[in-house]
Every structure is written in structure tokens, then in C-alpha cells.
């Protein structure tokens, strides 16, 4: 069973910059896609960013609200995922769940990190 764990979450002024990481218990990363959802309070989970390597080559996806501001990656050394987060808003406090999708029906999420930015 893949396992993953997030940390880096916590509370930050508008403006501001967190990293987050997802540590994963396997090296999973040239079969799996890497992402991250959030959840704000009251709302359904969505989807933020994506990361994809194929071979050397790697493929990222990130929600319009967030493009520019945040980034993606991974280092394999380590088994890990990191989502940069910077020029933060309010808008973007939440839980924040790191995933791995490795088939149509295999999906792994983690426990989930708070973000709680502030005005």
C-alpha cells in the first residue's frame, strides 16, 4: 500500500510563500501522476496542480488561480513532491491534499496539511 505524507502547511500572511511536500513510502513516480488538491472550508476538493515525468521529461498542470504564483515538482532521491506556493491569498486557505494516481482506479491521497493565509 503507497503511502503518502504531507508537511509543510501552517498560517501565513496575504503575500506570503509556503512550500509544501508529499514524501511517498515508494518510488512510484514513472508510473504515477503526482498532484495536489485543496479544500476551503464549506467547499468540495479540488484539483491544483499535476505533475507527470515521462522518461527525463516532465509535465505540469495548474488551476487558472493559481498559475504563475504556484509550482510543482518532484525529487526522486527522495521519493518527494513539493508545491511551491508563493504571492499567497486568502482565497487560497484550505487542506491540502497531496495524491498519486496510478491507474484509472488506483488513486492514494494523503492525510491532508492546513494552509490558512491571512489578511
Known amino acids: 500500500q503507497v503511502q503518502l505524507v504531507e508537511s509543510g502547511g501552517g498560517s501565513v500572511q496575504a503575500g506570503g510563500s509556503l512550500k509544501l511536500s508529499c514524501t511517498v513510502s515508494e518510488s512510484i513516480f514513472s508510473t504515477c501522476d503526482m498532484g495536489w488538491y485543496r479544500q476551503a472550508p464549506g467547499q468540495e476538493r479540488k484539483l491544483v496542480s499535476v505533475i507527470r515525468r515521462s522518461d527525463t521529461t516532465y509535465y505540469r498542470y495548474y488551476a487558472d488561480s493559481v498559475k504563475g504564483r504556484f509550482t510543482i515538482s518532484q525529487d526522486n532521491t527522495k521519493n518527494t513532491t513539493d508545491l511551491q506556493m508563493n504571492s499567497l491569498k486568502t482565497d487560497d486557505t484550505g487542506i491540502y491534499y497531496c495524491?498519486?494516481?496510478?491507474?484509472?482506479?488506483?488513486?492514494?491521497w494523503g492525510q491532508g496539511t492546513q494552509v490558512t493565509v491571512s489578511s
Open positions: 495524491t498519486a494516481q496510478c491507474s484509472a482506479s488506483q488513486y492514494y
